[in-house]
């Protein structure tokens, strides 16, 4: 496995209670967070180790599928780190669905049912009054039973304060206004369903066309030399400019209305759904 951290056994243990003897498939490893897949004659789980600082983040993630409706977990320490054992997810990314369509015309019904189940998954989500805070490409499985969410890291549920300090997700899809308090404070910042709406507008924008939403170049920013923190800043002016790359214009024509609105002028996650119904195929 290489650089690939090892899996405690405690972890795999809580994994056989569910699966039987399984064989552990790493899938991830960054940033002292480590995925892998463990599988048994009885059924498959995620299991998901935080070291270091990413320690208590999966502690809280673990808390968050231990509330969530829908969800099963199983969690522990090993010295330093937090793990967790939740069900494995058959189903391909929100990124991979739209594979097809990036490609050619032909993948996009497949694509834009995918939206839709996406956007309802979401709304459902915020339906119990939670918010999950990083929408990605990736952190949306489209299964059998509908589209599930993972990766639940920054997830809280209003009338609650489960941080202390939230320092956003990823940058790419910040909503201008959560960039402004971030960077501006005061903390605890607090994500909210508007926001989400923007990420998932970003995330849909973005696997249609392969990158990400906004044009930091036509802004005479140079990503690598702005940092992160240099874009959240950027972002908080909600001045920067989509970008102008538009292989689906009648999905990008529903997404950039969202993108360009202020929080309170922004669709639900469900109205969004209604209008990426109307899309045509
Ligand atoms: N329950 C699950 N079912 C299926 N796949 C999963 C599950 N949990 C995690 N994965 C896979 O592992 C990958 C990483 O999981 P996750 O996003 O939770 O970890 P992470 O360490 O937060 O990654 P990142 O920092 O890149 O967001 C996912 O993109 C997915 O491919
Ligand atoms: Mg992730």
């Not at 290489?2 to 940033?31: H, M, N, W, Y």
């Not at 991979?96 to 995918?114: H, S």
């Amino acid at each position: 496995m290489g650089e690939f951290a090892s899996c405690p056994p405690q972890a795999v243990k809580a994994a056989e209670v569910i699966c039987g003897p399984v064989k552990l498939k790493a899938i991830t490893d960054r940033r002292g967070s480590a995925v892998w897949k463990a599988t048994g004659p009885m059924a498959a789980v995620a299991i998901k180790l935080g070291t270091g600082a990413a320690a208590e983040v999966t502690a809280r993630e673990a808390s968050v599928l231990d509330q969530l409706p829908g969800y099963t977990v199983t969690a522990g320490r090993a010295s330093e780190a937090v793990w967790f054992v939740t069900p494995w997810l058959n189903g391909q990314s929100t990124w991979d669905l739209f594979r097809a369509a990036r490609e050619g015309a032909a993948g996009r019904p497949t694509a834009l049912a995918g939206a839709v189940d996406l956007c309802r998954a979401v709304a459902g989500l915020h339906a119990t009054g939670w918010v999950h805070g990083d929408l990605q490409p990736t952190h949306g499985l489209h299964t059998r039973m509908g589209v599930k969410l993972i990766d639940f890291a920054w997830s809280w549920q209003a009338g609650t304060t489960p941080w202390t300090v939230f320092e956003g997700a990823i940058v790419h899809l910040m909503a201008p206004e959560l960039a402004a308090w971030i960077a501006a404070g005061p903390q605890p910042v607090k994500t909210t369903r508007a926001a989400e709406v923007y990420a998932l507008a970003g995330v849909l924008w973005t696997c249609a066309t392969g990158g990400w939403p906004l044009d930091y170049r036509a802004a005479g920013i140079d990503r690598k030399e702005a940092g992160a923190e240099g874009l959240r800043d950027a972002i908080a002016t909600g001045k920067l400019p989509l970008s102008l790359a538009t292989p689906w214009p009648e999905l990008q024509d529903v997404l950039r209305p969202v993108l360009l609105s202020g929080p309170a002028d922004r669709p639900t996650a469900s109205e969004l759904a209604v209008a990426l119904v109307a899309v045509s195929r």
